[in-house]
């Protein structure tokens, strides 16, 4: 069974910086695409940053230039470097995997912005 573990939530300042991490466990496969999604109080969840399998990313807009994904794909490991956080990024980041034709979401992690 494939599990995705994720870290390196907390409280932070505004303009700090945090790193997220996703470990994918229980599978011989690699991924195929792997990223972070948040979902604010009150709103839908949506796409932050993600990476697919051969280096490609994409970001939500509303982070770009501020965070930065990146894997280690022998690890089957993402993650994203936050920097210049601002409260409107407080959420919990949830990790998504692509593996083997099936999709998987880790439990969350908080992330909380303080102004």
């Known amino acids: 069974q494939v599990q995705l573990a994720e870290s390196g939530g907390g409280l932070v300042q505004a303009g700090g910086s945090l790193r997220l991490s996703c470990v994918a466990s229980g599978t011989r496969y690699s991924f195929d695409r792997m990223g972070w999604y948040r979902q604010a109080p009150g709103k839908q969840r949506e796409l932050v940053a993600v990476?697919?399998?051969?280096?490609?990313?994409n970001y939500a807009d509303s982070v770009k230039g501020r965070f930065t994904i990146s894997d280690d794909d022998a690890k089957n490991t993402v993650y994203v470097q936050m920097t210049n956080l601002k409260p409107e990024d407080t959420g919990v980041y949830y990790c998504?995997?692509?593996?083997?034709?099936?999709?998987?979401w880790g439990q969350g992690t908080q992330v909380t912005v303080s102004s």
């Open positions: 998504q995997a692509h593996i083997g034709g099936r999709i998987y």
């Open positions: 990476v697919i399998s051969g280096g490609i990313t």
